[in-house]
T-cell receptor, first 116, second 114 residues
Framework: GAVVSQHPSWVICKSGTSVKIECRSL??????MFWYRQFPKQSLMLMAT?????????EQGVEKDKFLINHASLTLSTLTVTSAHPEDSSFYIC????????????FGPGTRLTVL | RKEVEQDPGPFNVPEGATVAFNCTYS??????FFWYRQDCRKEPKLLMS???SGNEDGRFTAQLNRASQYISLLIRDSKLSDSATYLC???????????????FGTGTQLKVEL
C-alpha cells in the first residue's frame, strides 16, 4: 500500500517552455502532497505543500507564479514549471501523506527535468 | 544554523564493518524523526522511523536523543548493497511561518567496499 506515482520520469525541454509533472497516490487518498526539488549532491528542498481543494503553501524563495501547483483531487497533484530555464534543471520529487499512518511521507519516483 | 545537519561523508567502509551516522536538529518542538535511504538518481525510501526508546530492524538500529537533539543510525555487518546516501528527516512545526513539514538533512554518503 501507500504507492505514489509520478510522471513523466524524465523530460528534456527547450528554454522558455512549460512542463507539467503529475503526482498520483495510487491506493490511498492524500489530502496533502509535497513537492521537493533536489540539485546534485544536495538535499531535498521543500518547494511547496499542496492541499486538496485549496491553494498551495510555498516555501520562502519559491516563486508561486513560476511553479504552479494544482491539487484538484485527493489523488492527484500537478506541478507546472512555467517558462523553464536551464537553472530549473533538477530532480523534482513529490510525496504524499496518508493521515492514518501519521507523519510518514511516501515518495514518488521523481522527475528529472533538463532544460536546454 | 541549519535546521537539520548531517556529515556529508563519504564514509568508505569495508564489508562487514559497523558504521554509525549522526544527525542534529535545531527545532526542539520536532515531533517525528526518520531515516531515509536514497540511491543515486532515485527517490528516498523510508528506512525506519526513530522513536525515543530506540528501535532496531535487523542490522539497523536507530536512536533518538531529545535532550541533545540528535538522532543516530547504526548499521552492523555492512553489505555492499548498503552503499547509498542516508538522509535523516525531522517533522515538526517550522520555526517561522507556522505549518508542519518534513525537513531533510543533506545526507551522508556511505560506500561499502570489498
Amino acid at each position: 500500500g501507500a504507492v505514489v506515482s509520478q510522471h513523466p520520469s524524465w523530460v528534456i525541454c527547450k528554454s522558455g517552455t512549460s512542463v507539467k509533472i503529475e503526482c498520483r497516490s495510487l491506493d490511498f487518498q492524500a489530502t496533502t502532497m509535497f513537492w521537493y526539488r533536489q540539485f546534485p549532491k544536495q538535499s531535498l528542498m521543500l518547494m511547496a505543500t499542496s492541499n486538496e481543494g485549496s491553494k498551495a503553501t510555498y516555501e520562502q524563495g519559491v516563486e508561486k507564479d513560476k511553479f504552479l501547483i494544482n491539487h484538484a483531487s485527493l489523488t492527484l497533484s500537478t506541478l507546472t514549471v512555467t517558462s523553464a530555464h536551464p537553472e530549473d534543471s533538477s530532480f523534482y520529487i513529490c510525496s504524499a501523506r496518508e493521515p492514518r499512518l501519521g507523519y510518514e511521507q511516501f515518495f514518488g519516483p521523481g522527475t528529472r527535468l533538463t532544460v536546454l | 544554523r541549519k535546521e537539520v545537519e548531517q556529515d556529508p561523508g563519504p564514509f568508505n567502509v569495508p564489508e562487514g564493518a559497523t558504521v554509525a551516522f549522526n544527525c542534529t536538529y535545531s527545532n526542539s518542538a520536532s515531533q517525528s524523526f526518520f531515516w531515509y535511504r536514497q540511491d543515486c538518481r532515485k527517490e528516498p525510501k523510508l528506512l525506519m522511523s526513530v522513536y525515543s526508546s530506540g528501535n532496531e530492524d535487523g542490522r539497523f538500529t536507530a536512536q533518538l536523543n531529545r535532550a541533545s537533539q540528535y538522532i543516530s543510525l547504526l548499521i552492523r555487518d555492512s553489505k555492499l548493497s548498503d552503499s547509498a546516501t542516508y538522509l535523516c528527516a525531522v517533522n515538526g512545526y517550522i520555526l517561522t511561518g507556522g505549518g508542519n513539514k518534513l525537513t531533510f538533512g543533506t545526507g551522508t554518503q556511505l560506500k561499502v567496499e570489498l
